[in-house]
């Protein structure tokens, strides 16, 4: 491809809007283009990353045994309705109506739609399992869009669903998702971690998500630093092995006047303890009902005064439908003294407790009355709580399954995630099998998405420098960037054209900057478009019959002479590309 | 890909609903399935041919120079506010509010969305011209979808765009994509016309359709039977060669009362004449601005009575911006005569009249009174009227090209059109650049469509029988289908095994049937789903050393020997694929 000729709107500028990385040099390199806030246009350089994405993800599920469909965008209602999605998504939705006054949406996901196609033309175990996926465009209306493509509104997702006969079938094609996905994320040339996830609202029990590494990510990933473990778990996950428990204190009980100390860092200071020292007691309203305002009754919840507790694990320990903080009110109304004051001694309301927390000799706690707290609390003697693993896992925390290793904490972009489903959305939308036995079976399900557009981003949040992106080879745009320095000079021309003809005959993606301009400008906008491999054709070089090669990732370039050129090439794009498949 | 293992939902019953034969085939094969109306999902064979053209569109469209980019589906009101079709589109159109309450559309074409990026990033002469095209699920709400994928409110569409500093060069672009076109429908197998076409609502002045001829198709063409022409239009459009002009009768002109004779049939009958013998005049009403309810002057138009009028063709005569038939009334008011009895003589009104009128010797008109019509008129003498070419061509009318051939009629299936656009949207959105003489120009446009899924369907309307679809090599889903006969003979087992596996090495794409089921219904699948090519391993032909080989196209299969099976298969995959590159 000639640069004269394509389209690559470089800017010296992003927009001021434009603050994370991928954001900013996807707009200045000409990869992406705003049309409205959170939907981008994929200009020719941002298309071809996303297509070589789509294409590694194509040949990895279709290699898993997975079959390609494409669902349309445009979904009834009345399949939302019947799952229940219709009224319980909110806003993220794109709700419409059809010329004839009926309600559509355009799907921000597709297990409705799959599920009423498998259930029409699937009716025996003989045709199961079933694993579907598509790529296509989703809209799904983020409240604040913002950070480019990373979290647009409208973008491009890989999503996967598969059905089964049974729960041991379906774990069988989860694992060869979770393969498939450490095949992709590899061939994309990232550095990630597979992590246990939470299965959030799309429910299930079983997920993993797939975190690139980057410190601008937003996830928190805990992974365990022994050499021969692979245990990695986003925080909300992370199991933290119990501590042991120490000798509990021998010395009584006792309430002491605070006046105005309720936060662990004033009640820390008041008695001169470190935080751990201190047991704090949150009060949480579970299983409430907006629609109707029934159910919420009140729950405790303590983890050590320097620790923070993990709702996700304190919504799976009390098997919560929802959970929130109660308000000032009911916890008054709970332990009988303002918010600051509550603790575990003599509440009435149920306690669950970190195990940490149950491990401490003594702790200072609040009083449950207004200006006080008890010290040389101890637990199983001042108070009872059920055990649970209610905190956030930090760096540092001993490694649940090897027992050797610690966690090194990271901070991950989720491009992919698996889930088993199981009958989540089969139960509810009837569809069902004849089993083996002659009778009516509810298929298991799992589903398995991967952001693609995300992942072309998150790729950059990884692998730039201030001069702009540096592209692993596999998803880089074009392999090669083919810098003619002098175009005006006809030596120069004759060779880079000659170079262009043929690195192309080989199969080589080149980006021919021909353009009419200086050296210093081209370097620049190269560096800015981040293609992993440069040749620059010069006078200086060319008189002594040798081109410059440079990786992106390095700082010098090399002589190579001029006959080697094209197989240095070759051997170059074909070493990069075969490492991620290894 | 084994059989067993797919998702193809064969059927033996369509739904009633499906009347085009490929709505039929395409469900009964397991090709789609309907979502809702003009709603389809397509499944694995479905997507598997809709992604062959997809790839065929996208090799063609980048050797011709263009570029790949991705738009949003999702477009914000305010551009189409400013090309003015937010206002002129009507219930086609999926309109939406987000959760902020911006006005927004789903694009049904891109024409604004690309204009919008084109003048943002482009100034200068020195970056065009640009050529620039996507690959995207489109929404038009249809008021009545049909016939499957052929008119879905869905469906999948290659559009592109190019942006020129003048005519001239649009022009080369225009060319170039028409070639694209060619090579695009002839690697796709099809039998096909390129028609001269109306520009109709997307304006400009040049254009061609691309016409899959198949006796089901909804467009009327005409194409020069003559050897060296290539002479093809749609009827809307075909240029039909002024009739000599046939030396005027000398009788004089005369009023004969008839009573209640107001159509051709008719009148034609009471003088006891051929319809031919008559002119008809018809009233329309021109310029109306259904806005302001302003403008809507009245004119006569002219054909020979045995004629179709082309209102496509009156209103480029006219120049007109809108036209439609007058009302009764109004029909009335200008001619002082009810509807029936309108002539040319003494008419207040403008008359335009096809050529064929006018080298009429003499002709019965109308005679602008209530139950009179008046015979002997001849034109010129007896009225004036503007010469134009207003009727609809006919099979045997003379070519205006090579002026030695004569129309042929058939019937298409519009797969492909290409529009010069000029500046239609370029002016309305100021999309301007820097011209070398250092002023500023408005760019030239032109764009160019192609119907994906309608490609799909139209290649089965002109190719099946009564079995199911016959789908030419380059789009069909596998190239082969191997069947095994007997699956529970063991060597029919490992020969097909073997086969498979062989012919998947050697780079040919195979559908597996491997399922426990009888031959016959093997047979009848293979029929319906229209692969290619057929192998067949059964326990008869195998005692010979040999397998049955058929295309689909022919009626008999051939032994060829085992071990010539795959070279021979390779052979004509090879051949039938070359031939549509040739």
Redesign the interface.
Known sequence: MRYS???I?TLKEAPAEAQVVSHVMLVRA?YI?K??AG??????L???V??KIEEIVREEMNRA?A??????????AELWQESGRWQAYG??L???K??KG?D?L?GPTHEE?IV??VR???KSYR?LP?N?YQI??K?R?E?RPRAGVMRG??F?MKDAYSFHADEDDCKRTYQRMYDAYLAIFRRCGLAFRAVEADTGNIGGTLSHEFQVLATSGEDNIVACDHEACSYAANVEMAQIVPAEKATPAAAPREQVATPGQRTIEEVSGFFGVPAAALAKTLVYRRDFDPETGKGGTLVAAMVRGDRELNEAKLKRALDASTLELAGDAEVERATGAPVGFAGPVGLVVPVVADHEVLAMAEAIVGANAADGHLRHVVPGRDFQATAADLRVAVEGDACPRCGKGHFKAYRGIEVGHVFFLGTRYSKKMHCVFLGEDGKEHVMIMGCYGIGVTRTAAAAIEQNHDEGGIVWPMAIAPYQVTLLSLQPGDADVRRVSEELHEKLEAAGIEVLYDDRDERPGSKFKDADLVGIPLRVAVGKKSLAEGAVELKHRRDKEATKVPLAEIVATIEAKVAEELARGRT
């Open positions: 000729q394509a389209l709107p000409g283009r049309l409205a939907i981008y246009t994929l200009l020719p941002g298309w071809r996303v297509r045994g079959q390609e469909v494409l669902m349309p965008a445009a979904v009834p806003a993220e794109l709700r419409f059809d010329r009926a559509f355009i739609v009423d196609i029409r033309d699937v045709q079933l579907l296509q465009a809209f209306d409240p509104r409208e491009i």
